[in-house]
């Protein structure tokens, strides 16, 4: 599984006098002549992260720069430039490189973003491509996964569920929300909803060495995921898609209970904002009953097998 070698990689990989922050976040920290920056790649692949035969490219390019964006947003950092790299398919491999500059180049120019190079290549396989930016972090310094304090509150972005019927394709990276809220509030930690709901929660709480209780109803569940609950009619709910699906690329903060009175009662993004639990001091993922007891909750989301 995928958390098994990065616990490998955590145990072999030595650290290095210019790293602040390392395997297991969203980006690393480096500290350069006095800087901090951040720095993130991300590699999508076709028939894994969509279907190309079933999507017009261009939005597979914006997809392959807009997942690294939100790696950016879910570190509190300002994106400055980014390296590309194809992997391209024989037959057609011109246009479709051609057709995926179009679909990530005004997302770039969006977030005024430097695409400052990368590598093309082709085999006899599918569509594989990767992007590595480069990132600042601000006068806060970065936004981690291992910030968050029992007693600090849930916060999150946007709705989840049903990503699968355009928004993994479409989301809009919270680059400028993570800045503004950021700035303007005290944050403890924070990560992107890449993988679920549940498991990117999961894996928050774990890096703070805490715990996380939900509140179900409260979770916002997007209307794409009650159609997708309909479309698949396989017993699963809204509420399973909202938790499992992933690729919401929404924001999944810990925040100290005054501050995050005051964001919920500011409501300062265009996106929502709303509360959906608590931090707590005993490990693990947990959902309160109605009669207020905790119940484990399971950690679902996307996970890569890697067997062998």
């Known amino acids: 599984m995928e958390t098994e070698l990065l616990r490998y990689f955590r145990q072999r990989v030595p650290g290095h006098r210019l790293l602040q922050v390392g395997l297991g976040d969203d980006a690393a920290v480096l500290r350069l002549g006095g800087e901090q920056y951040v720095l993130t790649v991300d590699l999508v692949s076709d028939h894994v992260d969509f279907e190309l035969s079933q999507v017009d490219p261009r939005r597979v390019g914006r997809k392959l720069l807009a997942v690294n964006l939100s790696d950016i947003a879910a570190m509190a950092a300002r994106p400055l430039a980014a390296v590309v790299a194809l992997l391209l398919p024989r037959s057609g491999g011109m246009e479709l490189a051609k057709a995926l500059y179009e679909g990530l180049l005004p997302l770039a120019e969006k977030y005024d973003l430097a695409i400052a190079g990368g590598d093309t290549n082709s085999w006899d396989g599918p569509l594989a491509a990767s992007v590595t930016i480069l990132g600042e972090t601000t006068d806060r310094g970065p936004l981690t996964r291992s910030g968050a304090r029992a007693g600090d509150q849930i916060l999150v972005t946007g709705e989840f569920g049903g990503s699968i019927l355009g928004k993994h394709l479409d989301f809009e990276p919270r ?134």
């Open 175 to 308: 680059v400028q929300e993570a800045l503004l809220l950021h700035r303007n509030y005290q944050l403890h930690a924070g990560i992107d909803c890449s993988d679920g709901l549940a498991l990117d929660l999961s894996r928050l709480a774990e890096e703070s060495g805490c715990g996380a209780v939900l509140d179900l109803a409260a979770v916002p569940v997007a209307e794409d995921a009650y159609r997708l609950a309909q479309q698949l009619a396989d017993g699963s709910t809204a509420l399973d898609h909202a938790l499992a699906d992933g690729e919401d690329f929404e924001l999944i903060l810990a925040v100290p209970p005054d501050q995050a009175q005051r964001i919920l009662a500011d409501q300062p993004l265009q996106a929502s904002v709303r509360r959906i639990g608590q931090f707590i001091e005993t490990p693990g993922l947990w959902e309160q009953t109605s009669d207020g007891q905790l119940r484990p909750l399971a950690a679902v989301g996307w996970q890569h097998r890697l067997d062998g």
